[in-house]
């Protein structure tokens, strides 16, 4: 039998809202599209706006305007979504065995951590607050799962526009081309935007920074490919079935055989910033901040 949480109001009848009404509504809130929404959660496309119509008939407002091809929160749907995340993280974490005995911090990532930051920022934080585990996290996701509830800080790369985070700056990385191996392109000692134009590009849409925004509007490619993660982005450039862009942290974490990295010097660099909800943020969430903007002045 289904849990259901009952989101009552005065002025409707206090039909069944369950989880799966949240889920749907905070993937929508995110992905911008009831179609990428639905392929994520496994439904069609028809179910996932059934769903988002039962939560707003239940509340009695419109938590999503339609009126564009990128949907976007109402204002009853921005001030809905932070109640939906702590709904839905809190009964996850009801449900955790592993939270009855101890809280970690849980500090997701989508590819690449923090960099050559992860060693020393996992070091000094299990001797400095041995108290709280930190647990290092890889979700394939815009904000490394951290809408979702499935962990309480998120680092992140590029621009971070998801409603009910707050987001602390820590530094920035440049950006290098990854191309096949043995391609002309892998014998140069770096590569330009225009560089790699001609070149279909392999495009991470659920958890990487690069659009064809990259490029300025007269040299944009022409020919993308798109992969769901950073595995299947380096088997495809590696296969030459495309060549790619990425931080210079996905070098030196994710060294590939049949993929060679080159600079990019006239790309823009990725700012890399620490997120949470601002809502309902981790205990430990100040002492994770002040320790990671620690670690890139000293190191």
């Known amino acids: 039998m289904p849990i259901g949480l009952r ?36 439904l069609t496309q028809p179910a996932a706006s059934r769903t988002l119509a039962a939560l707003e008939k239940h509340l009695g407002v419109r938590l999503v305007d339609r009126t564009t091809h990128h949907l976007s929160l109402t204002p009853e749907g921005r001030a809905f979504h932070d109640r939906a995340v702590a709904a839905v993280a809190a009964f996850d974490a009801a449900l955790d065995p592993e939270r009855l005995r101890h809280r970690p911090l849980r500090l997701g990532h989508a ?24 647990e290092l996290l890889r979700v394939d ?26 987001t602390a700056e820590l530094t920035t990385e440049t950006r ?17 935007l225009a560089d790699l134009a001609t070149q279909t590009i392999v495009l991470n849409t659920v958890s990487g ?19 769901a993660n950073t595995d299947d982005w380096l088997t495809a450039i590696a296969a030459a079935r495309g060549v790619g862009v990425s931080s210079a942290s996905t070098a030196a974490m994710h060294p590939h ?43």
Do not use: K
């Open 7 to 42: 989101l009552c109001s005065g002025r409707m009848s206090r039909t069944s809202i369950e989880l799966r009404h949240l889920r749907c509504f905070l993937a929508i809130a995110e992905e911008g599209n009831v179609t990428r929404a639905a392929a994520r959660l496994h």
């Open 111 to 134: 590819w690449s951590a923090f960099g050559p930051y992860t060693t020393p920022l996992l070091r000094r934080w299990q001797r400095e607050h041995p108290e709280t585990p930190l």
């Open 141 to 166: 996701d815009r904000t490394a799962g951290l809408v979702w509830g499935e962990v309480d800080a998120a680092l992140l790369r590029g621009p971070v526009d998801a409603p009910g985070l707050a």
């Open 176 to 192: 290098v081309a990854a191309v096949p191996a043995d391609s002309d392109l892998a014998a140069r000692a770096s590569l330009t």
């Open 209 to 227: 920074t690069t659009t064809l925004d990259l490029w300025p509007p007269h040299t944009r490619p022409s020919a993308t490919l798109t992969v």
């Open 257 to 299: 055989p049949g993929v060679t990295y080159r600079p990019l010097p006239d790309a823009p660099p990725l700012h890399v910033v620490l997120a949470w909800r601002d809502t309902s943020p981790h205990p430990a969430t100040d002492l994770l901040v002040a320790l990671a903007r620690e670690i890139t002045r000293d190191e």
